[in-house]
């Protein structure tokens, strides 16, 4: 963590906030200096691969969104973003909100390392490397508290019991730390913490009167919803993580239980907890609202930790997360695990859920004790008798980490429009490709294989694992055209053939016996 010089921080409390558009002597340059003529539309820079490193070079403060052009999600955002341009334009002149639509531009994709849309990031100084990221902010008012607090304090400093009233009523949810002095780390923490939950008001106090109020002791963040102490928590000598706290905090913009529907998803995603705990049963069950109350009382000791997650099976419109994880009408009620980083599901080794039998299958899972759940269909016996090789859970390692062979992979979802579209597509490259002898190209359904090794992606995404002793993976971002990927393939492919000028895939063949019972073996975890 950077050690920040504390008179300074003191001394922007005891001002109170900045404007963000107060320039400092040091920065008459840039306040004389010009924006270079790019074109706006709602107040949002059209920012593109020419123009990008001149609009950095003349901005103090830039806070940019890329996105695609064709998900509905960036269309929402963008309306909100432009919101926020607007209400900014003269209170905060030196911050300027920009937009780059990245459909076809690769480098700076790569460059800034976006891998999902909508992405916002900050850039200050002009400085290209290293932006901020800002994380789960979708509404107006939010972008607006975030690059404020990004560019003067992030906190209000409370020197009165009714301002502290003020600051806890302002809306649902306050944040209001308690401290003894305002010089040490502790402070530091929650300063940080402040600048990554927009959210909601954060106000911070050494009062003794305000502390003695509230009935505080120690230096403790405590989370108000409606006007009244939900959470205490104790923030002794800066040993608290920025992270962990933003993620304790922003759980409390949702239920200790959320229900998963299409207006919940994107905000449970925002929360940045990787560990997700979901139950899947019919809320019509006889059974439900006891079942329900465990899972409610387990998750208040994990907060923060895991996130947990209610899946109504009998609403038609979850289909989709009930072939993710594999879950049948037998299986109800069901408990799953899923890790958001490495995309592994654990599955509840008990079948009752009970209180005890959740709180030991989190915790056996946060102490790295509980082994995966993979699933894989069979092997189908005329998997290499076409063009296009056909993958499953159990074949795939054995098929893709070889070292003679070249394996273009593509990752499908039978549901999926996109997919049905490029299948034939697919099969075309399989015949190109048929009479080579270090080249493979295979498909795989992922909505019933779980594959570990390859981070999932939007459906359908493909991935290149070269020939050679190392193990590689080549994410594919072109075209989704038999041109493009056959270009891409000549690029990436070696050219050597198969020792001996044996058949490609016998090796393959003779491998699959031995290696099955140990892949098995794993499956059944």
């Given amino acids: 963590m950077k050690t920040h010089h504390f008179f300074l921080l003191s001394l922007l409390f005891l001002t109170g906030f900045l404007a963000a558009d107060s320039i400092s002597p040091n920065e008459t340059k840039l306040k004389k200096a010009k924006l270079p003529k790019i074109k706006k539309e709602n107040n949002v820079l ?42 900014l334009k003269k209170e905060a002149p030196r911050i300027q909100f920009g937009k780059i639509d990245v459909t076809h531009q690769h480098d700076l994709r790569k460059e800034f390392k976006i891998r999902q849309f909508p992405t916002v990031k900050f850039f200050v100084d002009g400085r290209r490397e290293d932006p901020i990221d800002c994380k789960g902010v979708r509404r107006a008012s939010a972008f607006i508290t975030w690059v404020k607090r990004r560019t003067g304090p992030s906190t209000v400093l409370i020197n009165t019991t009714d301002h502290a009233e003020a600051v806890i009523n302002a809306g649902d949810l306050a944040v209001i730390g308690f401290f003894k002095e305002l010089h040490n780390e502790s402070v530091e923490v929650f300063c940080e913490t402040a600048r990554d939950v927009p959210e909601m008001p954060f106000g911070m106090t050494a009062n003794k009167d305000i502390c003695v ?102 609403e038609t419109r979850n289909s989709r997360v009930f072939e993710y994880f594999r879950i049948r009408e037998v299986d109800v009620p069901a408990v799953r695990i899923l890790n958001l980083t490495s995309d592994a599901k654990y599955k509840m080794p008990a079948d009752e ?56 992979v593509m990752f499908y979802a039978p549901w999926s429009h996109d997919c049905k579209k490029l299948l034939p597509i697919w099969d075309k490259l399989g015949e190109q490709y048929q009479s080579r002898k270090d080249i493979i190209i295979a498909k795989i359904d992922v909505t019933a294989n779980d594959i570990l090794s390859v981070g999932l992606d939007r459906y359908p995404f493909f991935r290149l694992f070269p020939a050679g002793p190392d193990y590689q993976e080549v994410a594919y971002a072109r075209e989704h055209t038999l041109e493009a990927f056959s270009e891409f393939l000549e690029e990436q492919s070696k050219t050597k053939a198969g020792p001996g000028g044996k058949d490609p895939l016998g090796g393959i063949k003779e491998d699959l016996n031995q290696k099955e019972t140990v892949v098995t073996e794993k499956e059944e975890l």
């Fill in 46 to 87: 059209l920012l593109k691969k020419s123009n990008f490193d001149i609009a950095l070079k003349e901005t103090k403060y830039l806070l940019v969104e890329f996105y695609v052009s064709l998900p509905q999600p960036s269309q929402n955002m963008s309306e909100e973003f432009a919101e926020a341009a607007r209400q």
């Fill in 213 to 314: 109020n509230y009935g505080i002791q120690k230096n403790t963040l405590v989370v108000f919803k409606k006007g009244k102490p939900v959470h205490n928590e104790v923030l002794g000598d800066g040993r608290q993580n920025k992270l962990d706290l933003t993620r304790l905090i922003k759980t409390f913009t949702l239920d200790l239980v959320t229900e998963y529907n299409l207006e919940t998803s994107v905000k449970i995603f925002d929360v940045p907890v990787e560990n997700h705990i979901l139950l899947f049963t019919p809320k019509n069950s006889e059974t439900f609202s006891v079942i329900y109350e465990n899972y409610k009382s387990a998750a208040a000791e994990f907060r923060g930790k895991i996130m947990f997650v209610l899946v109504d099976t009998n």
């Fill in 353 to 408: 859920v009970t209180v005890e039998n959740l709180k030991e299958f989190c915790q056996s899972y946060l102490n790295g004790k509980a082994k995966p759940h993979l699933s894989s269909e069979e092997i189908p016996e005329d998997w290499d008798k076409m063009p296009v090789k056909v993958l499953v859970g159990k074949n795939f390692n054995t098929v893709v980490f070889n070292k003679t062979m070249t394996v273009f």
